[in-house]
């Protein structure tokens, strides 16, 4: 019988190991160079743990001149000029750094400067821009109109302008048939038109016979890093966010393993009741996703990635915000109260935003009184 060396045989499978790590880490490796993309997955933990924001209160206003504040959306200039769009009062209001209103725009009309659906706003350096459903209007940063410009809302839905002529597309809420829709850069000037990215949402018309619900309703939800150029988007039914070139190459992608909130058949209720008192409630209800989406905005901003968490109707009286590195690792998580009596006005994608080192956020009291408010924070340094 022949004798076994244990130990030799024990120093052979030690070099097999070894030789077999290496492959495969040299196998990974050159994945991940062909494809030129990392994959980073997060535990629901941040590595440096809870991060204060210090949120300060400069000022609160409830009104526009005599006009009682409805349904808002918030825009902010650099210079810390404030713009609110009133969906309801159906105009743009103008505040100053201090909270002192100066004037109202953008009224609905068909005339010039006149807005027939008043839909999303943007600050493009030195112009607001509205965008309407078959054009985009274009204002200085005083309220002047200058022009109008042709742009089918639902063909080319604007998210992020990169400067006035060129902006980011995509199709918020529906999807083609076939379920697949498409980022898309165009550049007005030219005329060039060409897709970035392409991505699944749910195909037009689902859920609740065409309801859609900011919280429930999937969404594909953009953010934009200026200083470099690089595209954070991700559809808010998973937290999974991608990071690509504007050329359309894939960076990055991150996630985070969270579990999903659920809502219950009361506040859905109450929620359809303030949106239409006379819809068919029950019939909307048996339709709809009964699941919270992740996340309602991406925002970057001095080096991190703030990704503002959805809150449908659970808990108004705060807003978490999860911030990750630009390259997806999730950093710390911070919490935003509006404080005693006071609670966020979660009914647009616009309710709240952060600029340079201050918040905004759209608030109602509880004798249902909407406020905005500005408040000065302080955030992670790069």
């Given at each position: 019988m022949e004798k076994i060396n244990f130990k030799k045989e024990e120093k052979n499978m030690k070099k097999i190991l070894i030789f077999t790590i290496l492959l495969l880490s040299v196998f990974s490796l050159a994945v991940g160079l062909v494809r030129g993309t990392e994959t980073t997955v997060n535990q629901d933990k941040p590595s440096k743990g809870q991060w204060d924001l210090n949120p300060r209160k400069v000022w609160q206003v409830n009104r526009a001149g005599d006009d009682v504040f409805s349904r808002l959306e918030i825009a902010a200039a650099e210079n810390g000029?404030?713009?609110?769009?009133?969906?309801?009062?159906?105009?743009?209001?103008?505040?100053d750094n201090n909270g002192a209103f100066k004037r109202a725009f953008g009224?609905?009309?068909?005339?010039?400067?006149?807005?027939?659906?008043?839909?999303?706003?943007?600050?493009?350096?030195?112009?607001?821009?509205?965008?309407?459903?078959?054009?985009?209007?274009?204002?200085?940063?005083?309220?002047?109109?200058?022009?109008a410009v042709p742009n089918m809302l639902f063909q080319r839905e604007p998210h992020i302008f990169l400067d006035e002529h060129e902006f980011?597309?995509?199709?918020?809420?529906?999807?083609?048939?076939?379920?697949?829709?498409?980022?898309?850069?165009?550049d007005l000037k030219t005329g060039t038109k060409k897709i970035i990215r392409?991505?699944?949402?749910?195909?037009?018309?689902?859920?609740?016979?065409?309801?859609?619900?900011?919280?429930?309703?999937?969404?594909?939800?953009?953010?934009?890093?200026?200083?470099?150029?690089?595209l954070y988007y991700g559809v808010n039914d998973a937290y999974e966010i991608h990071v690509t070139r504007l050329n359309g190459k894939l960076i990055n992608t991150f996630s985070l393993k969270r579990q999903k909130k659920l809502v219950s058949n009361e506040t859905l209720r109450e929620q359809l009741k303030l949106i239409d008192a006379s819809a068919?409630?029950?019939?909307?209800?048996?339709?709809?996703?009964?699941?919270?989406?992740?996340?309602?905005?991406?925002?970057?901003?001095?080096?991190?990635?703030?990704?503002?968490?959805?809150?449908?109707?659970?808990?108004?009286?705060?807003?978490s915000i999860d911030i990750f590195s630009l390259d997806g690792k999730y950093l710390y998580r911070a919490v935003f109260t509006p404080g005693p009596g006071m609670k966020i006005y979660f009914?647009?994608?616009?309710?709240?935003?952060?600029?340079?080192?201050?918040?905004?956020?759209?608030?109602?009291?509880?004798?249902?009184?909407v406020a905005i408010a500005k408040y000065r924070i302080q955030l992670p340094k790069k």
């Open positions: 000029t404030l713009y609110v769009h009133d969906w309801r009062n159906q105009c743009i209001y103008m505040f009224n609905r009309g068909e005339g010039p400067g006149e807005i027939r659906t008043h839909l999303k706003t943007f600050i493009v350096k030195d112009k607001l821009i509205a965008a309407d459903i078959d054009r985009l209007h274009y204002f200085t940063q005083q309220g002047k109109f200058i022009k980011i597309a995509a199709p918020t809420f529906a999807a083609p048939v076939d379920g697949k829709g498409n980022i898309t850069y165009v392409e991505f699944s949402l749910p195909k037009a018309g689902a859920g609740g016979g065409g309801v859609k619900l900011i919280g429930l309703t999937p969404m594909i939800i953009t953010g934009y890093d200026y200083d470099n150029q690089k068919p409630v029950n019939e909307i209800m048996k339709e709809l996703p009964k699941e919270i989406t992740y996340y309602h905005r991406i925002s970057i901003h001095k080096g991190h990635v703030l990704v503002f968490e959805d809150n449908f109707g659970t808990d108004w009286e705060r807003q009914t647009s994608i616009g309710s709240i935003l952060v600029r340079g080192d201050y918040l905004y956020a759209v608030l109602e009291d509880d004798e249902g009184e």
